[in-house]
């Protein structure tokens, strides 16, 4: 880890001044450890969901608390075992230390991908993917948020975003969409977009969001590799498309990362997961 130069300065002052010491690299040492100690923590929870029946495990980082807690933003992430793959405390941990976003509060729900994630309205219509999305957004919203608001003690957060990866990212855009009142912005890392497809001309989920009535004001972020399965990223284009005739978005409006060099897996998302954070948070 590279310090900046100020910190440079004091170790070596530090070093100096304890030079005659018994144990001058020793301390100069620790004095770095402590120099270098990251601003960001990481840490586990959990908790029983009535919803689904079940606990549900949660992977949460952090960076520090400010004074005033409504400057904290909260990230909600539908599966929490991606943020392993995709480095997230070291990527908010850099980009805090780099003081180019607000303060972070990210917390990853260990849900089940086969079943909890998908279109809350399509769940009675599919056996097994989503089947049970309806009861996972009422978890988040009437269950997940009241906990962290709880736990944090903070009544209301500077702003709220949620996000996920392929069928979790179809859940990240859903919840947000029902919930606009609560969540600003949605990102969405190569959406699974045909998981209750059942032909090839006719697909739910686009077509579900295409009738839709609702015009959110509801920021969103979209990514999809040009690379590997090509309907990832049709998909993606129709729906931003479909999103920018709807007039929704607020602030930061709709983006969408279309990389013809990458795919859509975890390391592309990794490479991609700070330029969703410098959209969502950025100071």
């Known amino acids: 880890m590279q310090l900046p130069p100020k910190l440079i300065f004091l170790s070596i002052k530090f070093y100096i001044v304890f030079t005659r010491s018994s144990y001058p690299f020793l301390l100069f040492l620790v004095f770095c450890m402590v120099a270098c100690k990251s601003a960001v ?6 908790l029983y969901s009535r919803h689904l029946q079940k606990h549900i495990n949660l992977h949460i980082v952090s960076t520090t608390v400010p004074d005033e807690k409504a400057d904290m933003n909260l990230l909600l992430f539908n599966d929490a075992a991606l943020l392993q793959t995709m480095d997230a405390k070291t990527i908010i941990d850099s980009l805090t230390r780099k003081k180019l976003i ?81 969540i600003e912005r949605a990102g969405m890392f190569s959406g699974n977009f045909d998981y209750s497809k059942t032909s090839d001309t006719v697909n739910p989920v686009l077509q579900y969001f295409q009738s839709s009535r609702k015009r959110p004001k509801l920021d969103c972020w979209f990514y999809a590799g040009m690379q590997g399965d090509s309907s990832i990223f049709k998909n993606t284009q129709l729906f931003t498309s479909l999103l920018q005739k709807k007039n929704t978005g607020f602030i ?32």
């Open 41 to 46: 923590k990481e840490q586990s929870d959990a």
């Open 102 to 182: 607000q303060p972070l509060l990210l917390v990853g729900i260990d849900a089940d991908e086969k079943t909890d994630y998908g279109i809350a309205d399509l769940a009675g219509s599919v056996q097994r993917e989503g089947s049970k999305a309806d009861k996972y957004s009422n978890f988040v919203m009437n269950e997940l948020y009241p906990f962290i608001k709880k736990k944090t003690k903070i009544r209301k957060f500077k702003s709220v975003a949620i996000a996920g990866s392929s069928l979790a990212g179809i859940a990240a855009f859903d919840i947000a969409w029902d919930n606009a009142e609560k």
């Open 252 to 283: 930061t409006g709709i983006q969408f990362v279309a990389d013809k060099n990458s795919g859509n897996d975890g390391i592309a998302w990794r490479h991609h997961f700070a330029e969703f954070l410098l959209w969502a948070f950025a100071r």
